[in-house]
Each structure stands twice: as structure tokens, then as C-alpha cells.
T-cell receptor, first 109, second 114 residues
């Protein structure tokens, strides 16, 4: 199946800072999603973004499908942004999302 | 997401016991999934179901079984629990409305096998 790699594995931010998380995938995708897992374990879907750019408040994401990567941008980070961010991808030949190992983000006040 | 519920939320059991985790959804989605998450790892798919009569193994189905009792219900069973099945288990749903297949997760069940 498709391989999904996320970087960096850990990120420590001061409140108010901006950051970029990266997701590389090994094959062409028709489904690419970003999730946030909060410190209580709940998983929230942030973006469905197999290509192009989307924005939702202080978060935005860009997927460059031809180069097989996606970026998640966090601007003006807040402590509530802490948690683990997962990227997950699906190819046209598969039926299951493959998840990366995640980026753990800690935002300090 | 409150539209996907899991019971129990926490469970401690002993090796060899049979355990059932239940998932219900009110989103009206046809597709349902069971994942497990281990510390430092992403989510791995155990089983998935695209409709009531469709059950498929995921990447780590050994030691697990599932039942899709209705469109809204998908349960996961551990026939004889073992300690390395200690993990956080998630149920998820999705559909393909408008060609967009977004997954929505339940709150998770934290299972400890002693």
C-alpha cells in the first residue's frame, strides 16, 4: 500500500508562532486528509484535500499531488492547537486510508 | 464527533476474556471502520464495511472479528484478548457524497488487557 511519511515528528512552538507540517506520500492519491488528535484523544477531521489549497480559520493546507506532498500551516498558534496531527492518504487502487505516524505539536503559553 | 459513539470508553480486562466494543452512528453513512492506535504510531485498520452485507479485513485483522448489525452499528470483538491488544480503538464512518470521502471518528475506547 501507499507509504505516508510526516515531518517533523515533534514540534514545540511558542504561542503566536507560525509553523508548517509536511506529509509525503509514495503514490498518486485521490483522497488526502489531515486530522488533529487533541490531548484527550479525540480525532477531528481538519481537511479533505487531495489537491489544491484550503483554509479554515488559522489553519490552511496545500496538496501538490504531482509532487506527492501536502503541507499543513498553523498560523498564530494557540495552546489549543496542541496535539498530534495526522495525514492520511488513499490511492485509487485501495479502499483504506493509510496514516502517517503523526507530528506531535506542543504550543507553550 | 457526537454523531459517532463508542461503548465502552474504557475497559480493563484479563488475558483470555472475550471483549466486544460497540460503535453506533447517526450520520447515515454506509461505510464504517475499526482502527487501533498504539503509542507513537498512526492508526492501523482492523476491519472495514462498505454496507451491511460487506465486511473486509484490514491490515491487522488477526485476533479480531466484526459484526455489522445494521447500517448504524458496527461492533468489534476480541475472541480471546491478549496483552498486545492493549490500545486505543477508534470507530469511523464515511460516505462518498459528492465524491468526497471524509472520515469521521468516534471518541475512542481505551482497552487494557492484563
Amino acid at each position: 500500500g501507499i507509504q505516508v511519511e510526516q515531518s517533523p515528528p515533534d514540534l514545540i512552538l511558542q504561542e503566536g508562532a507560525n509553523s508548517t507540517l509536511r506529509c509525503n506520500f509514495s503514490d498518486s492519491v485521490n483522497n488526502l486528509q489531515w486530522f488533529h488528535q487533541n490531548p484527550w484523544g479525540q480525532l477531528i477531521n481538519l481537511f479533505y484535500i487531495p489537491s489544491g489549497t484550503k483554509q479554515n480559520g488559522r489553519l490552511s493546507a496545500t496538496t501538490v499531488a504531482t509532487e506527492r506532498y501536502s503541507l499543513l500551516y498553523i498560523s498564530s498558534s494557540q495552546t489549543t492547537d496542541s496535539g498530534v496531527y495526522f495525514c492520511a492518504a488513499l490511492t485509487s487502487n485501495d479502499y483504506k486510508l493509510s496514516f502517517g505516524a503523526g507530528t506531535t505539536v506542543t504550543v507553550r503559553a | 464527533d457526537a454523531d459517532v459513539t463508542q461503548t465502552p470508553r474504557n475497559r480493563i480486562t484479563k488475558t483470555g476474556k472475550r471483549i466486544m466494543l460497540e460503535c453506533s452512528q447517526t450520520k447515515g453513512h454506509d461505510r464504517m471502520y475499526w482502527y487501533r492506535q498504539d503509542p507513537g504510531l498512526g492508526l492501523r485498520l482492523i476491519y472495514y464495511s462498505f454496507d451491511v452485507k460487506d465486511i473486509n479485513k484490514g491490515e491487522i485483522s488477526d485476533g479480531y472479528s466484526v459484526s455489522r448489525q445494521a447500517q448504524a452499528k458496527f461492533s468489534l470483538s476480541l475472541e480471546s484478548a491478549i496483552p498486545n491488544q492493549t490500545a486505543l480503538y477508534f470507530c469511523a464512518t464515511s460516505d462518498q457524497t459528492g465524491g468526497v470521502d471524509t472520515q469521521y471518528f468516534g471518541p475512542g475506547t481505551r482497552l487494557t488487557v492484563l
